[in-house]
């Protein structure tokens, strides 16, 4: 499963739960996350060759309150920089045209979902829904890929990870009276099209391993974060190409093309007037095919940015 990817599709259908129909799920009791250490060195490059300073960091969309204070690294970047720019802009999905868009984006032309499922995917997903209160009647009128990151928000939920702790949150709620600016490389619509372009059998593929991997989700997770607060790129790259190695399709329109959609507008920013911090998913940081390698393909450098010895950052509200 790739994991990344459905937590940052997971994260965005939670900001935009009561539009996607997803009733709330209770939180399961569950071990306590590991103490965090600020002094960790976290996933921060500063990159070099620009005419300003500027910064590239990996993100978590989804975390848990115990998963703060940050690695100190993210602090550093953040009092060094005056624009930031996320992979959506923090209004996207309040915009009419947003709203408008994917209410087209999710309906159904005709039939319902079990129609578009084998009866061994469709009892699967009719067990997973008894099993966890989960009302059938919802899941009915999702495409097969919604209905897959459906499961991955229910159990998102269930294990205290929230949203609004992501980290695309935590320093979106600090920009107002900080004078900086913000900027998105793509919107709401334009990253849930993506799975929209996914083959039928491929959307259905996804809908049994989201099933299949639902109570390995909390041990999976919880290993890549503690690679992304170590700065452990090689770690995390080796669990996300073993995520996608039934995907190449996924992996090829998540991280690939995409990474490779972003670095004219990177360059332009690094050749521009204001230094910059750029917050995307850690797994487009690490690996062939980042953004790190493209950079440094395009003659920049990119240097790990070391763990400072200084205060926790603040712990998000």
């Given at each position: ?5 459905f937590l940052r599709a997971a994260a965005l259908l939670l900001c935009l739960g009561n539009f996607f129909g ?284 070391p763990a400072e010895a200084a205060l926790p950052s603040p712990k998000a509200a």
């Amino acid at each position: 499963m790739p994991l990344l990817s459905f937590l940052r599709a997971a994260a965005l259908l939670l900001c935009l739960g009561n539009f996607f129909g997803c009733s709330p799920s209770p939180v399961a009791a569950t071990k306590p996350a590991p103490p965090t250490d600020p002094t960790a060195p976290g996933m921060v490059w500063r990159v070099s060759g620009g005419k300003v300073p500027f910064f590239l960091a990996g993100s978590f969309h989804l975390l848990r309150p115990a998963d703060y204070p940050l690695p100190s690294p993210y602090e550093a970047a953040w009092r060094q920089t005056s624009h930031l720019v996320l992979e959506i802009a923090p209004d996207d999905s309040a915009r009419p045209e947003t709203q408008l868009g994917l209410k087209s984006l999710i309906a159904l032309p005709s039939g319902t979902l079990q129609d578009r499922l084998s009866p061994a995917t469709w009892q699967s997903l009719a067990t997973w829904a008894e099993r966890t209160q989960t009302p059938l009647a919802t899941l009915q009128s999702q495409p097969p890929w919604l209905a897959a990151l459906s499961i991955a928000v229910a159990r998102s939920r269930q294990l205290g990870f929230r949203s609004d702790q992501g980290l695309e949150t935590y320093f979106a709620a600090r920009l107002p009276n900080s004078g900086k600016t913000v900027e998105g490389l793509e919107t709401v619509l334009g990253q849930m099209t993506l799975f929209t372009q996914l083959p039928a059998p491929t959307q259905e593929a996804l809908l049994r391993q989201s099933l299949a991997e639902a109570d390995q989700l909390a041990e999976k997770t919880d290993r890549l974060i503690q690679a992304w607060r170590a700065g452990d790129a090689p770690s995390l790259h080796a669990a996300l190409a073993e995520s996608f190695q039934n995907f190449p399709e996924l992996q090829k329109l998540l991280l690939d093309d995409r990474n490779a959609a972003w670095i004219p507008r990177l360059e332009a920013l690094l050749q521009g007037d204001r230094p910059t911090l750029v917050l995307v998913g850690a797994g487009h940081l690490c690996g062939p095919g980042s953004l790190i390698e493209l950079l440094h393909a395009k003659g920049y450098r990119c240097e790990p940015l070391p763990a400072e010895a200084a205060l926790p950052s603040p712990k998000a509200a």
